[in-house]
């Protein structure tokens, strides 16, 4: 079994969950905790939006058709997902950053994400 990090949020408090439905995470436990078996780092909890979706699809990273095979019913506008650390960061970097929910996002996105870009996209 691998090994969490520490469940601290990029304030320094508890991590709080991100999403059930669908559920999230690198464990697909709700929330947005990692391990060093992590390497893209899905550490920022974000709320979707149709921008970031058609962003995320449009760079080889299709969150919203439905992949029935892997259990995976596709992300919607509203719906919380962990996402990588550095793709938050080219999207911000493009323009269509999604909303971040801070409670819930991991401290070890502050490793590729400014806190205050963090904060400037808080939900």
Same mark, same amino acid.
């Given at each position: 079994?691998?090994?969490?990090?520490?469940? #601290?949020?990029?304030?320094?408090?508890?991590?709080?969950?991100?999403?059930?439905?669908?559920? =999230?995470?690198?464990?697909?436990?709700?929330?947005?905790?990692?391990?060093?078996?992590?390497?893209?780092?899905? =550490?920022?909890?974000?709320?979707? =939006?149709?921008?970031?979706?058609?962003?995320?699809?449009?760079?080889?990273?299709?969150?919203? =058709?439905?992949?029935?095979?892997?259990?995976? &019913?596709?992300?919607?506008?509203?719906?919380?997902?962990?996402?990588?650390?550095?793709?938050?960061?080219?999207?911000?970097?493009?323009?269509? &950053?999604?909303?971040?929910?801070?409670? &819930?996002?991991?401290?070890?996105?502050?490793? #590729?994400?400014? #806190?205050? #870009?963090?904060?400037?996209?808080?939900?």
């Amino acid at each position: 079994m691998l090994e969490k990090d520490p469940e #601290i949020n990029v304030l320094g408090g508890k991590l709080e969950i991100c999403g059930m439905d669908p559920k =999230t995470g690198f464990f697909r436990d709700g929330f947005c905790n990692t391990c060093a078996d992590d390497t893209g780092s899905h =550490t920022v909890c974000a709320v979707m =939006t149709a921008e970031f979706l058609a962003f995320s699809k449009y760079v080889g990273n299709d969150l919203s =058709t439905p992949r029935p095979e892997y259990g995976f &019913a596709g992300l919607q506008p509203g719906d919380c997902w962990c996402l990588c650390a550095s793709r938050f960061l080219q999207a911000h970097d493009e323009g269509c &950053a999604p909303k971040v929910h801070l409670d &819930a996002t991991h401290q070890r996105a502050l490793e #590729i994400v400014d #806190i205050a #870009i963090l904060k400037e996209n808080a939900a």
